[in-house]
T-cell receptor, first 116, second 108 residues
C-alpha cells in the first residue's frame, strides 16, 4: 500500500475559477477526511465521509466548497469561484473506523492551492 | 467551545530532552494524538493516548491527564532531523481538532 495520495500536488488558478482536487485513501480505510491548512496554523477540519456517506459538512467554509465520495473510494473536493483567501494547503486523510473512536488518521501529501 | 493550546516555538540542543505541552478543552473526548510535520510536508502520526498515563515509543513518549485536559510529548536524544512542527490534536465530537502546532528547532 502506497498510502494516501492526492492530485494535483500544486494548483495555481485565477480568482473566480473553479478547482477540483482528488484524494485516494489507503485502500482498506472506510473513512476519508478533508482539512485546510494555512501557514503557521494546524489543519482545520472541513468534512468527512464514512464509505460514500458524508457524515459532517457543516464545517465546510462556505457554500462554494463541496465534496463527494461517490463510490466510497476516492473523493473530490471542489471550490467554486475561488477567492484569494482560499489559497492554502488542502490535506486529505483516511482511517479505518474502530469501535470507541480514536481512529488514527493518515495524511496525504496535500494539494497546495494558490489563487492569483 | 473547542480550544487546544501549545507553545508556538521551542529550541533545544542536539542530544537533549524536550517536553512539548498541550492543554485542551473540547466537546467530547475519544483520544489525543500527536503528529509531526516537517515544513511543506503532510503530518505524520506519532502517538495516541486515550487513557491517563504515559505511552512510550522509542525516543518519543506521550502523556495524558484527562481530568486536567493536559498532554505532553517527550522527545529524547534529540537529533537534527527532529526539527519540525509538532501538532497536538483531540478526537471528540469533531473527528480531529488540531492545535496550531509547536515549531521545534534543534541546534548543535
Amino acid at each position: 500500500d502506497t498510502g494516501v495520495s492526492q492530485n494535483p500536488r500544486h494548483k495555481i488558478t485565477k480568482r473566480g475559477q473553479n478547482v477540483t482536487f482528488r484524494c485516494d485513501p489507503i485502500s482498506e480505510h472506510n473513512r476519508l477526511y478533508w482539512y485546510r491548512q494555512t501557514l503557521g496554523q494546524g489543519p482545520e477540519f472541513l468534512t468527512y465521509f464514512q464509505n460514500e456517506a458524508q457524515l459532517e459538512k457543516s464545517r465546510l467554509l462556505s457554500d462554494r466548497f463541496s465534496a463527494e465520495r461517490p463510490k466510497g473510494s476516492f473523493s473530490t473536493l471542489e471550490i467554486q469561484r475561488t477567492e484569494q483567501g482560499d489559497s492554502a494547503m488542502y490535506l486529505c486523510a483516511s482511517s479505518l473506523e474502530a469501535t470507541g473512536g480514536g481512529n488514527t488518521q493518515y495524511f496525504g501529501p496535500g494539494t497546495r492551492l494558490t489563487v492569483l | 467551545g473547542q480550544n487546544i493550546d501549545q507553545p508556538t516555538e521551542m529550541t533545544a540542543t542536539e542530544g537533549a530532552i524536550v517536553q512539548i505541552n498541550c492543554t485542551y478543552q473540547t466537546s467530547g473526548f475519544n483520544g489525543l494524538f500527536w503528529y509531526q510535520q516537517h515544513a511543506g510536508e503532510a503530518p505524520t502520526f506519532l502517538s495516541y493516548n486515550v487513557l491517563d498515563g504515559l505511552e512510550e515509543k522509542g525516543r518519543f513518549s506521550s502523556f495524558l491527564s484527562r481530568s486536567k485536559g493536559y498532554s505532553y510529548l517527550l522527545l529524547k536524544e534529540l537529533q537534527m532531523k527532529d526539527s519540525a512542527s509538532y501538532l497536538c490534536a483531540v478526537s471528540g465530537n469533531t473527528p480531529l481538532v488540531f492545535g496550531k502546532g509547536t515549531r521545534l528547532s534543534v541546534i548543535a
